[in-house]
């Protein structure tokens, strides 16, 4: 074939292959136009999942007559007119690309009407512009309807998923846009049936009305407000406590200057900022936006503009990853807000909150049915528990009570019962002292009084040679004494009594990875795995008992540590019963 210049339809189709993959992208682009057209409500019709039709209605600025046929031509913009503006671009579009691919791959009319025009113009087509704007009745604004999306590309048409879940990704398209633009009201009809009816959000009220409707109803419960701006750059929004966790990543929005995206850079900062608190399968949730002068990041990298580059990427990434992880260590024992127990009107039973979000991937987690009272009687082993005066002063924790099944700490506070899981506490306030420790320099070690001789694989062993120095800044003192033998002679205090053996092999299993890596962060977190794996050898075991003493010295170390509300998977490591709920429970007050 000789070389020819492809006709213009083509061209359109073959960008339409990366700009509108599948109708949700169509509805995304369209409302994008109405946002940048100044609209401030916005109305989307969809059928058949948006695959039969999807209407885009809005108060925006109108396009004048004399440009409808330019704003279905490829490459055609108002919205910038030179590199520079293309580097400092505010808009969310910017390319002129979306009308025409659409047009291209379906039967799209164009309505519009500037505020200057007595009625609106209409331009229609069918895959090619045919014929020119007829006059036609509309308010000032923009109505584009596009039906029959794909009728002339079958391979592509082939490629839609069922009606509903095409239209569960538009109507999460759609989400996503809303939670960006507060000041724009958003409807969505699917058929017959409203999905959503999103008002202009005014005030931090209405903001939080929709996020919580577009969102999760508990997920502010569950959330801290962030506000950080520092070097040019403002993170604002919400974040999850690690408590609230999910088994999917479905309740993250990130937006860069109003745009949302999905980017390695961000995903990282906030993977890491939750990395201690977050079991590995459970995902973090959030609604965060980024804004920073539009020089500092390219937008013009990704065909549906959902991915970004910043100029000073590591200065972003450090700068998330700051604020997140702050903001999570900040919080401190609220027994007002923290993991409450519910009692069920109907049937007495006792639950934990709906935000406890287990099950999926987290598995061993509490279900409700492990809360449920039953009337057993201790164990034969267990021993009658301490009672103690009740005391009523303004520990958030309170004051221990007694401990039961050697497995939870009972604690009495302003607000009622406390019950504390003491192993998941206790594992949680000494990783965070043995990190404390470590970036002031290191671990101290006790040398043992018997140098204590393990045998390991020889791997091990050559990965323990090798491991030398960093595991002395881990109090872990330990030489090669042949092939397979390692002579530990001096650890951590605190793991003096532990198994040294199942230790050390697990320890340096640990550290293996960390060589491997060799990416600065990524060490940290090794070291930190290392941290989390001692802290959980030295906590205490169940089974073991406490006196008050030592039980009250927990709780006040709890309220003094960095997201002692979790331990180190995420899982809470204490609930609060209040009066109100125990009254409830017993029927008084009825
Ligand atoms: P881009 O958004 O990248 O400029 P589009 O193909 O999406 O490209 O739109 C082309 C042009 O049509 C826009 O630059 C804008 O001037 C005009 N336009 C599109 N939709 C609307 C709308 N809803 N209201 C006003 N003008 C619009
Ligand atoms: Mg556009």
């Avoid at 027994?335 to 909150?353: A, K, L, M, N």
């Avoid at 170390?557 to 002692?564: G, H, K, Q, S, V």
């Amino acid at each position: 074939m000789p070389i020819q210049v492809l006709p213009e339809q083509l061209v359109n189709q073959i960008a339409a292959g990366e700009v509108v993959e599948r109708p949700a992208a169509v509805a995304k682009e369209l409302v994008e136009n109405s946002l940048d057209a100044g609209a401030h409500h916005v109305e989307v019709d969809a059928e058949q999942g948006g695959l039969a039709r999807i209407q885009v209605r809005d108060d925006g600025r109108g396009i004048a007559r004399g440009e409808l046929a330019l704003a279905l031509t490829r490459h055609a913009t108002s919205k910038i007119a030179s590199l520079d503006d293309l580097e400092h671009v505010r808009s969310l579009g910017f390319r002129g690309e979306a009308l025409p691919s659409i047009l291209s791959v379906s039967r799209l009319a164009l309505v519009s009407r500037t505020a200057a025009d007595e009625h609106g113009w209409r331009l229609y087509g069918e895959g090619t512009l045919a014929g020119s704007p007829e006059p036609a009745a509309h308010a000032p604004g923009t109505t584009v309807e596009v039906r029959d999306l794909f009728f002339n590309t079958p391979a592509r048409r082939k490629f839609m998923r069922a009606e509903s879940t095409e239209f569960r990704h538009l109507d999460q398209a759609l989400r996503r846009i809303a939670l960006a633009r507060f000041d724009t009201a958003l409807t969505l009809r699917h058929g017959a049936r409203k999905v959503f009816e999103l008002p202009a959000a005014a005030g931090a009220t209405g903001q939080a009305q929709r996020v919580a409707q577009l969102t999760d109803p508990e997920f502010l419960d569950n959330a801290l407000e962030l506000d950080e701006s520092r070097l040019g750059l403002r993170l604002s929004g919400w974040i999850a406590l690690p408590s609230f966790s999910r088994g999917q990543p479905d309740l993250q929005h990130f937006y860069v200057n109003g745009r949302p995206v999905r980017d390695k850079l961000v995903g990282h900062a906030l993977r890491r900022a939750y990395a201690d608190a977050l079991h590995g399968s459970r995902y973090p949730a959030f609604v965060l936006y980024l804004e920073c002068d539009p020089a500092r990041v390219d937008v013009n990298v990704h065909p549906a503009k959902v991915e970004v580059r910043f100029r000073d990427s590591s200065v972003v990434h450090d700068f998330i990853f700051g604020a997140v992880h702050l903001a999570l260590r900040r919080v401190r024992p609220d027994p007002s807000s923290h993991h409450q127990v519910h009692v069920d009107r109907e049937t007495g039973e006792i639950q934990p909150q709906d935000s406890f979000r287990y099950g999926g991937a987290g598995g061993a987690a509490p279900g409700p049915g492990s809360w449920r009272t039953s009337a057993k009687s201790p164990g034969p082993g267990a021993a009658p528990p301490a009672i103690a005066e009740p005391r009523s002063d303004d520990m958030p924790l309170g004051h221990a009570l007694a401990q039961l099944n050697g497995i939870f700490i009972l604690a009495q506070n302003r607000e009622g019962l406390v019950l504390v899981d003491m192993h998941a506490a206790h594992e949680r306030v000494l990783y965070e002292r043995m990190k404390r420790a470590l970036r002031e320099g290191g671990i101290a070690s006790q040398v043992l009084l018997v140098p204590a001789v393990v045998t390991v694989p020889e791997d091990v062993a050559e990965e323990a040679e090798r491991a030398r120095e960093r595991l002395h800044r881990l109090g872990l003192e330990l030489d090669r004494s042949g092939p397979t033998t390692l002579t530990v002679r001096a650890v951590p205090p605190l793991l003096a009594q532990s198994d040294l053996g199942a230790l050390v092999k697990s320890l340096l299993g640990a550290a293996a990875d960390d060589e491997s890596r060799g990416h600065f962060s990524e060490v940290l977190d090794a070291q930190e795995r290392v941290l989390a794996d001692m802290a959980c050898r030295a906590a205490v075991r169940s089974g073991r008992q406490l006196t008050l003493p030592e039980m009250d010295a927990l709780l006040r170390d709890m309220e003094r540590t960095d997201l002692a509300g979790q331990c180190n998977h995420g899982r809470p490591t204490w609930v609060q019963f209040t009066h109100g709920e125990l009254d409830r429970f017993f029927l008084r007050g009825r």
